[in-house]
T-cell receptor, first 116, second 113 residues
Framework: AQSVTQPDIHITVSEGASLELRCNYS??????LFWYVQSPGQGLQLLLK??????LVQGIKGFEAEFKRSQSSFNLRKPSVHWSDAAEYFC??????????????FGQGTILTVHP | EAQVTQNPRYLITVTGKKLTVTCSQN?????MSWYRQDPGLGLRQIYY???????DKGDVPEGYKVSRKEKRNFPLILESPSPNQTSLYFC????????????FGPGTRLLVL
């Protein structure tokens, strides 16, 4: 069964500081990996996704993530955080094939607070 | 305007009273899915559908039913709601391949007394 763990429930950073949100997944083969962001009272927006190829993927709003197969990780990074980045972030893993193709599992989420 | 719509947006009901939350998309998407969101648990997939008449269980299907008779509609049915189904529900759709960007509906907040 696939699963996702986001070890940090809540992270606080200062505006302009760098950011890394952790995501660890469990899946039997190379999965599809996603990062979504949810602002308060809003739906989810896709930041970036990994299917195959280059393990460093670029997304919207200046975010990037790196797929590390050996560590089963897909951490999200941003070099300089803006106050508008305050939101909740979700990592997700999707089955790339087999009987569970189409199934998408989300992590518990990480709430990001940005101090001025 | 391309969108996913859900109705109702807010619903208060009582235990055991059957209800349906509708979901409709106007983008001719193949893939549709239902999620529930609970504090500290993130989003959990209830059911998904890869195409018309094809539905599969997600991680938390117990107590829910779905149907996909038309491509655009994917209703979520609670035959006998219970208080532990109080949650925020999201419907989403994506084009031919499910791993493409999912478009989320605005959410339905359900309270079961």
């Amino acid at each position: 069964a696939q699963s996702v763990t986001q070890p940090d429930i809540h992270i606080t950073v200062s505006e302009g500081a760098s950011l890394e949100l952790r995501c660890n997944y469990s899946y039997g083969a190379t999965p599809y990996l996603f990062w979504y962001v949810q602002s308060p009272g809003q739906g989810l927006q896709l930041l970036l996704k990994y299917f195959s190829g280059d393990t460093l993927v670029q997304g919207i709003k200046g975010f990037e993530a790196e797929f590390k197969r050996s560590q089963s990780s897909f951490n999200l990074r941003k070099p300089s955080v803006h106050w508008s980045d305050a939101a909740e972030y979700f990592c997700a893993v999707g089955a790339a094939g087999g009987t569970s193709y189409g199934k998408l599992t989300f992590g518990q989420g990480t709430i990001l607070t940005v101090h001025p | 305007e391309a969108q996913v719509t859900q109705n109702p947006r807010y619903l208060i009901t009582v235990t055991g009273k059957k209800l349906t939350v509708t979901c409709s998309q106007n983008m001719n998407h193949e893939y549709m899915s239902w999620y529930r969101q609970d504090p500290g648990l993130g989003l959990r997939q209830i059911y998904y559908s890869m195409n018309v008449e094809v539905t599969d269980k997600g991680d938390v299907p117990e107590g829910y039913k779905v149907s996909r008779k038309e491509k655009r509609n994917f209703p979520l049915i609670l035959e006998s709601p219970s208080p532990n189904q109080t949650s925020l529900y999201f419907c989403a759709s994506s084009p031919l391949r499910y791993q493409e960007t999912q478009y989320f509906g605005p959410g339905t907040r359900l309270l079961v007394l």
